[in-house]
């Protein structure tokens, strides 16, 4: 029953100021949407029932960090009902893509309405903390009906999987993006399998990687130093095929002390890249080019 599912923390009201300017089209590649759940129900069967976190809360929050475009990633509180998303992209005046939840109920047509409004990916979310198990018949429905449509495949899953699934990642066609740096125990070395076939991915089989949950991988919390040497090294690995995200509104924290301050996660990518002109492709070019943009901000 839905009085059982536990309720967890909405994200800071208040955030700081990152030490570094984002340049002009900046990119969050990966936030939710949550709500209004009078509009936009949540799915009966979920982990936890977060606040509502709508799009005047996100775009009051781009304009602190100065981030100017994002991508919505449905959020599976929602179940497979992506009209949260699909009405936030309808009111961003342009700014917003979005990454769907998908099941074997889609077809080729639906996902040609989908992509007409702004949908530019599909996410599995398999982790633990989302149940654990991908079900393959269903992804390999879902990829073929959105192969015509050059949708990239996102992929959200504990690093353990990363090791246990190396072939099958490889053998994929798709386009392939890892949210969260694929998870991997920071407490560990970046000689850790997970992490080894990790850069296999990157450098081999040309996958994306989202710069972003680093609140969820530190043991340390901010600056987040037990992150940094990994962002480094898959940095490096591949450049081109970097991009950041915030993560909020950051559901599934349960204790204040472990909410995030967005400013922060922003600000800690100077620290996983010095380099300026580095940051500006993680930030505006490379995102545009995984989703086909190539005109200016608006």
């Known amino acids: 029953m839905a009085t059982d599912i536990p309720a967890c923390l909405g994200?800071?009201?208040?955030?700081?100021?990152?030490?570094f300017v984002p340049p002009k089209g900046a990119w969050d590649?990966?936030?939710?949407i949550l709500g209004p759940t009078d509009r936009f129900p949540y799915a009966e069967k979920r982990k936890y029932s977060p606040p509502d976190a709508l799009v005047p809360d996100y775009l009051r929050l781009m304009q602190t960090l100065g981030i100017e475009r994002g991508i919505v990633v449905h959020p599976n509180t929602h179940g497979f009902d992506n009209s949260v998303d699909l009405d936030a992209i309808a009111r961003s005046n342009g700014r917003f893509f979005g990454v769907a939840r998908l099941d074997k109920s889609v077809t080729e047509k639906s996902i040609e309405a989908l992509h007409g409004a702004g949908m530019r990916g599909v996410r599995f979310a398999f982790n633990p903390a989302h149940g654990g198990t991908l079900d393959f018949a269903t992804f390999n429905h879902v990829e073929a009906?959105?192969?015509?449509?050059g949708w990239f495949i996102e992929l959200h899953m504990a690093a353990p999987a990363l090791v246990e699934l190396k072939d099958w990642l490889r053998s994929l066609a798709a386009t392939l993006v890892i949210d969260h740096m694929g998870r991997v125990d920071v407490n560990q070395s970046i000689e850790q399998e997970p992490f080894k076939v990790l850069l296999g991915l990157v450098k081999d089989r040309g996958a994306w990687v989202k710069l972003s949950g680093a609140d969820r991988l530190s043991a340390s919390g901010y600056p987040y130093s037990d992150v940094v040497p990994f962002a480094r090294t898959l940095i490096a690995a591949a450049p081109e095929q970097m991009?950041?995200?915030?993560?909020?509104?950051h559901t599934g924290i349960f204790k204040p002390e472990r909410m995030p301050d967005d400013g922060e996660l922003l600000d800690v990518l100077a620290d996983f890249?010095?380099?300026?002109?580095t940051r500006e492709m993680i930030l505006v070019s490379n995102p545009s080019r995984?989703?086909?943009v190539h005109d200016a901000a608006g």
């Open 290 to 292: 995984l989703l086909g």
């Open 145 to 149: 009906c959105v192969r015509p449509f």
């Open 273 to 277: 890249c010095p380099d300026e002109h």
């Open 243 to 249: 991009i950041w995200g915030s993560d909020w509104p």
């Open 29 to 32: 590649t990966h936030f939710h």
């Open 11 to 19: 994200p800071r009201v208040a955030v700081s100021r990152s030490r």
